[in-house]
């Protein structure tokens, strides 16, 4: 893509209103611009990385043996009014009407549609468990929305229902989730604490929020210095309960099994939930199946949260500098800059030319800044925007040969030819 056709309105300001450096990078990135409260659209840097995210939530659900559908954003109230949820829901759900008069809503959570559906289609032990899952986007009619697309009104979540027989089946789908939860935020480089939360408007008894340790945090979490050892790639539920670590919500400094000096306290973004709650929609809903013994049984379900738009904030929380953001290779909008220093001079644009052609021939996603600019503003927007590796090339580089290779993350640079600068990307 070259930067004179692709549009990411960079700002050199600070906005007024960003508190919180992710907040400020996205604006000053020009990857997402505010409509209105807590409402975004994402302009095409954005895009690319929420789509990113997207997809890699996407495998690692598909790993884990679930199954994709898409809800709507529209909802009947009358399924909420089957799980009591419809006024107990209160001023955060988005309600209107349509032409019938008929009350409607704008998804904050999808239980009832699925399990409706589920009631509707599946009637037998044989085809448990079930997990299906839709990346849609939701409405919550936050008092406060803040942080940008930390806390939005209008967000993009992944949201997974897990059907199952009986409980020791739910405790499998739970396990099963904690593990794809492990190693999709791992593939983001980011670490994710399981912490035990309350399970507030989604209900039930079992219930861990994932929580990215960050200054900026929303919330506030405790937990057994020993967490710091866990090793999260052979986390099983078990393991996970005999260790302690809460939200602030759940946490009494009265009962704390943790003695003082073993407890530590933390910030923390909220990045994924999960939820066990049994059969609270299941038996409402109608959703049950004949059993082995031939008898009628409510279903036992979970559900489980991942906050995608979030994410991008919370990523960029965890890598950025002063200078703007830091991607991990894996959610980066483009993986490489290549930033041409004079485009006035013909032959080292042709240079840049060529090596553009061929990193996409390579099929290297790439940005190639061919704007006529001043190099000092380029080089600010190429670190602004944060694409994990930069290739500069000047007029120098016509009789050398030579380009430089920085690394974001590290800020290494190094000369090398262009051939291998092509090999190293
Ligand atoms: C689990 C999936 C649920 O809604 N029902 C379906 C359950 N859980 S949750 O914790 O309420 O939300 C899941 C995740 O969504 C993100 N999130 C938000 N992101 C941005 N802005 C918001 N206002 C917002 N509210 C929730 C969080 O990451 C949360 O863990």
């Known amino acids: 893509m070259r930067s004179s056709v692709f549009f990411y309105p960079t700002l050199r300001e600070t906005p007024q209103e960003a508190q919180i450096a992710s907040h400020r990078l996205m604006l000053r990135s020009g990857m997402i611009t505010q409509v209105t409260a807590g409402i975004y659209t994402w302009l095409p840097l954005g895009l690319k990385v929420l789509t990113k995210i997207a997809n890699i939530v996407r495998e690692e659900q598909d790993r884990a043996g679930s199954l994709e559908v898409l809800m709507p954003t529209i909802q009947p109230a009358e399924l909420w009014e089957k799980s009591g ?68 009104r209008e967000f993009l979540m992944k949201d997974n229902y897990s059907f199952d027989l009986n409980f020791e089946g739910a405790k499998a789908s739970y396990q099963a989730m904690l593990e794809a939860y492990v190693k999709t935020f ?20 079992l219930s861990h929020e994932f929580q990215i340790l960050a200054e900026t945090g929303e919330s506030e979490i405790f937990y057994d210095v020993d967490y710091e050892n866990l090793d999260v790639n052979t986390l099983t539920l078990d393991r996970l309960q005999s260790l302690y670590a809460a ?28 939820f066990y709650f ?7 809903l ?4 004949m059993g082995p013994d031939n ?23 965890a890598h950025h500098n002063e200078d703007g953001i830091k991607w991990p290779e894996s959610v980066a909008p483009f993986k490489v800059g290549l930033l ?3 485009v006035k001079n013909q032959d080292c644009t042709r240079l840049c030319d060529d090596l553009y052609t061929k990193l996409l021939q390579k099929g290297v996603e790439v940005l190639y800044d061919d704007r006529d600019m001043g190099p000092g503003a380029k080089f600010a927007d190429l ?8 290739i500069i090339i000047g007029p120098r580089s016509v009789g050398s040969g030579q380009c430089e290779l920085k690394n974001r993350r590290t800020g290494e640079k190094i000369e090398l030819s262009l051939e291998d600068a092509l090999k190293r990307v």
């Open 85 to 152: 949820r419809y006024h107990d829901y209160g001023k955060e759900m988005l309600r209107m009407k349509d032409r019938h008069e008929r009350e409607m809503l704008y998804g904050p959570t999808a239980e009832e549609v699925i399990t409706d559906i589920f009631a509707r289609f599946i009637k037998s032990y044989r085809d448990l468990p079930k997990r299906f899952y839709n990346i849609q986007w939701k409405f919550r009619d936050e008092i406060r929305p803040r942080f940008g697309v930390m806390r939005g």
């Open 186 to 205: 791992a593939r983001m480089d980011l670490t994710a604490i399981p912490v035990r939360a309350a399970s507030g408007a989604i209900g039930g008894n």
């Open 247 to 274: 939200a602030d919500e759940l946490h009494d400094p009265k009962n704390c099994p943790v003695p003082q000096e073993r407890l530590k306290t933390a910030r923390g973004i909220e990045v994924g939930h999960v």
């Open 278 to 284: 049994g059969t609270k929609y299941s038996v409402p």
């Open 286 to 289: 109608g959703a049950y199946v």
């Open 295 to 317: 008898k009628q049984v409510p279903v036992e379900m979970g559900s489980y949260g991942i906050g995608i738009s979030r994410l991008v904030g919370a990523i960029i929380e």
């Open 340 to 342: 041409n220093l004079n």
């Open 383 to 390: 670190d602004l925007i944060g694409l994990p590796w930069q």
